[in-house]
């Protein structure tokens, strides 16, 4: 399958403060997704995004699938965005392929 | 709306007996999907279904077993549990499209936490 890595496996932000996360995959994809997952489990669905840039609200995502990447930004951090954020990709069939995650920490 | 639903939450289960972990979604969504979280190891995809009388194996299917028993609902079984299915489950759903490029958004439920003793 399609190996996903994300970086950095932690990160620790002063509420305020903007990050970038960082998706890498190993192969070509035509579906991208982001995903957080909140203190109490909860997975949702921030961005489908294959190539290209979007933007919701304080987030955006950009994906270069030329060379196999993908960047979150989150802008102006709040202590909601705490959680851990997914990268999950997948090419011509079902299966979604899940990065191990980023641990997003925002400090008030 | 409910969404995607999950039964149980929570279950402890002894080392071989069995049990089925039930999923529903009330979007008309065609596409259901089984995953496990492990810590550290992000979800791994365990059975799909495409469409409805459809299931096909993902990355870790073995011990594990699925029933798509109408559009709305997909199960999941295991038939003698094992301490190393301890994990968290989560039962997804997605518009998906077999074509390429067709957008998708999966939305998860709220998850069962299994424990094997």
């Known amino acids: 399958g399609i190996q996903v890595e994300q970086s950095p496996p932690d990160l620790i932000l002063q509420e305020g403060a903007n990050s970038t996360l960082r998706c890498n995959f190993s192969d070509s994809v035509n579906n991208l997704q982001w995903f957080h997952q909140n203190p109490w489990g909860q997975l949702i669905n921030l961005f489908y995004i294959p190539s290209g840039t979007k933007q919701n609200g304080r987030l955006s995502a950009t994906t270069v699938a030329t060379e196999r990447y993908s960047l979150l930004y989150i802008s102006s951090s709040q202590t909601t965005d705490s959680g851990v954020y997914f990268c999950a990709v997948g090419s011509n069939d079902y299966k979604l392929s899940f990065g191990a995650g980023t641990t997003v920490t925002v400090r008030a | 709306n409910a969404g995607v639903t999950q039964t149980p939450k929570f279950q402890v289960l002894k080392t071989g007996q069995s049990m089925t972990l039930q999923c529903a979604q009330d979007m008309n969504h065609n596409s259901m999907y089984w995953y496990r979280q492990d810590p550290g190891m992000g979800l791994r995809l365990i059975y799909y279904?495409?469409?409805?009388?459809?299931?096909d194996k993902g990355e870790v299917p073995n011990g594990y077993n699925v029933s798509r028993l109408n559009k709305r609902e997909f199960s999941l079984r295991l038939e003698s549990a094992a301490p190393s299915q301890t994990s968290v489950y989560f039962c997804?759903?997605?518009?998906?499209?077999?074509?390429?490029?067709?957008?998708?958004?999966?939305?998860f439920g709220p998850g069962t936490r299994l424990l094997v003793l």
């Open positions: 279904s495409a469409s409805e009388g459809t299931t």
């Open positions: 997804a759903s997605s518009n998906r499209l077999l074509r390429q490029g067709a957008r998708e958004t999966q939305y």
